[in-house]
């Protein structure tokens, strides 16, 4: 008669014990030539010189992404394309000029001048399908997403992003998560949705319950930070400090509170190798591909919810009720309620608007930099937040929200606040 065994499942410390036995058995150790790779491989994972590698990198990272994308696509092309020939074409040609109500929605609404509506003169005003969705997408979005994404592989394939969770491991311990937490947040500055799939290697619930609040909160995607580069450069440092505060904070404060472990993460880190071009060339496109996929309809579909918002007088009316909440305690103007309702389809969309109000002398730049903070903070977007769904438990979705709540309001109204002492709210 065959016993039957239990198998009973090791703690973290018995899984390290188990590993200690087993290298012990099975390892040799013996004399080995130290080559260059080795050297290099060793000065990006210690502090000391790891940290200023890592600085160098990031800084590499963020000056190709803004001049690819920003200076040499967007500014250099994109924009002459769109104000200069495709936005007078359209304004030409469409049947029904200003005043029709399909031709604003597809077009133009043009914006008002001493009470007579003019025509728009770029596409961040127009905020027509064909106009200003088109432009958003590929005027912007698609360069912003082609430089981060390309960057991220060659960073993947040469095998420095593990070097660079064990270098924040430290820091990101203090805030329940690990050095692994760096890949999602990395990601999740491409798009949050693969970003908060790459949370299911972590352990816990609570791991993954804080990680996946905390890329919903304060990680904005690579389409909203390309937007966010062409409408404020100048604000772009005290934007991510104002976020990278958040998260560290946020984070502190639901590792307090949020019950459950956050044990050791077992993690390979590879040795230096030579990226290859099938390989980024296959990662570029596929991420790429899946963005576009995801982000081309809700932007079109988020350009027309808001215009026939507007021209039915919805957008006017929420305007009216959550106004004095949106002046009085984030000092925002009420036209801030359309990026708002726009920002839960597609944020790149939502960040685009602010441009047109700024364009339109209602928003201040401090204003737009309330409101860039109140969009990464209020809410995920659609695509994210049908993911989060799926991921979480009824329960942790409504710890989720309740903290999105929570932080929107105390993060809100201190910048708010800020802003007044400063004197420039």
Not at 258 to 281: A, C, F, H, W
Request: charged content about 15%; glycine content about 10%.
């Amino acid at each position: 008669m065959k016993e039957k065994v239990v198998k009973v499942p090791l703690s973290v410390d018995e899984r390290w014990d188990l590993i200690e036995r087993i290298s012990k058995q099975t390892v040799e150790f013996g004399a080995r030539k130290h080559t260059l790779k080795d050297a290099i491989a060793e000065l990006t994972v210690k502090p000391l010189t790891g940290i200023p590698v890592a600085i160098a990198v990031i800084y590499g990272f963020w000056s190709f992404f803004v001049d690819f994308a920003g200076t040499l696509f967007t500014d250099g092309f994109m924009v002459r394309l769109f104000d200069e020939h495709w936005l007078p074409w359209l304004q030409s040609v469409f049947p029904g000029g200003l005043g029709n109500k399909f031709y604003a929605l597809m077009v133009d609404a043009g914006h008002l001048e001493e009470g007579v509506r003019v025509a728009s003169d770029n596409c961040f005003e127009a905020f027509g399908v064909l106009t200003s969705g088109l432009f958003v997408v590929f005027g912007v979005v698609l360069w912003a997403v082609l430089a981060f994404y390309l960057m991220f592989a060659i960073l993947e394939d040469v095998g420095y992003l593990p070097r660079l969770a064990v270098l924040v491991d430290t820091v990101l311990h203090k805030i329940g998560l690990h050095g692994y937490a760096i890949v999602p947040t990395f990601l999740s500055l491409g798009c949050n949705v693969p970003g908060v799939t790459a949370t299911r290697p972590l352990e816990t619930r609570k791991q993954r319950f804080m990680m996946m609040t905390l890329l919903a909160i304060f990680v904005p995607c690579g389409a909203q930070i390309g937007i966010m580069q062409d409408l404020v450069p100048e604000m772009m440092g005290w934007i991510f400090l104002t976020l990278a505060i958040g998260y560290l904070g946020f984070g502190f404060i639901l590792n307090k509170i949020v019950p459950g472990k956050s044990p050791e993460i077992i993690m390979d880190v590879p040795p230096y190798q030579m990226p290859t071009l099938r390989n980024i060339g296959r990662k570029l496109w596929i991420r790429t591909s899946r963005f576009l996929l995801v982000a081309v309809p809700f932007v079109l579909l988020g350009c027309l919810i808001v215009g026939l918002m507007y021209l039915t007088g919805a957008m006017d009316w929420l305007a009216a009720v959550l106004g004095p909440l949106l002046m009085g305690w984030f000092g925002v103007p009420a036209e801030t309620v359309a990026p708002l309702i726009a920002g839960f389809l597609r944020k790149d969309l939502a960040v685009g608007m602010l441009g047109g109000l700024m364009e339109q002398g209602i928003m201040t730049t401090f204003q737009v930099f309330t409101s860039v903070i109140l969009l990464c903070i209020y809410f995920p977007c659609l695509a994210t937040f049908a993911l989060m769904l799926k991921e979480e438990n009824w329960k942790e979705i409504l710890g989720s929200l309740a903290s999105l709540i929570a932080m929107v309001f105390v993060y809100g109204g201190l910048i708010h606040l800020v802003g007044i002492m400063l004197g420039v709210a």
